[in-house]
């Protein structure tokens, strides 16, 4: 397995469809209930240091193990529960600790963060195996 391969095939549709969908999808409902605590300008450093360490934690926790498998379903499957995980922490905490957090925001994030985790990691399997 080329870990570089891997690693791209996983960290780019990330990004991509990540994009997408927070500037034509949740984007404007995240300004209507929580807009009060958005920054005008998002600070894009601390955001590319989490898309550069989260795409490393895909292939290692879902993409390598797959690959050693020889399983889509396994990065499938890996990258959704990591995706629950690290996107349930994020909302969960936001939603004891934030006012105007919203249970419609927790689930759309926990459902959100396991869909494109566990896409990703797919991708990641399917360009990492050869």
């Known amino acids: 397995m080329s870990f570089a391969k891997a690693?791209?095939?996983t960290a780019i549709p990330f990004l991509?469809?990540?994009a997408v969908w927070i500037g034509f999808f949740v984007g404007g409902y995240y300004r209507e209930t929580v807009?009060?605590?958005l920054l005008e300008?998002?600070?894009f450093v601390p955001a590319g240091l989490f898309y550069l360490a989260y795409a490393a934690g895909i292939v290692f926790?879902?993409?390598q193990p797959a690959i050693a498998a020889q399983r889509l379903k396994t990065a499938l499957i890996n990258?959704?529960?990591l995706g629950a995980i690290a996107y349930g922490t994020f909302t969960l905490t936001n939603y004891s600790v934030?006012?105007?957090w919203t249970i419609e925001l927790v689930i759309s994030d926990i459902l959100w963060g396991t869909f494109l985790t566990g896409l990703s990691a797919g991708c990641g399997y399917l360009?990492?195996?050869n």
Do not use: E, S, W
Request: glycine share 24%; net charge neutral.
């Open 7 to 9: 690693y791209f095939g």
């Open 16 to 18: 991509i469809i990540d």
């Open 35 to 37: 807009g009060h605590l």
């Open 41 to 43: 300008t998002p600070n």
């Open 61 to 63: 926790l879902a993409v």
């Open 79 to 81: 990258g959704g529960v």
């Open 98 to 100: 934030l006012q105007g």
């Open 127 to 129: 360009f990492g195996r």
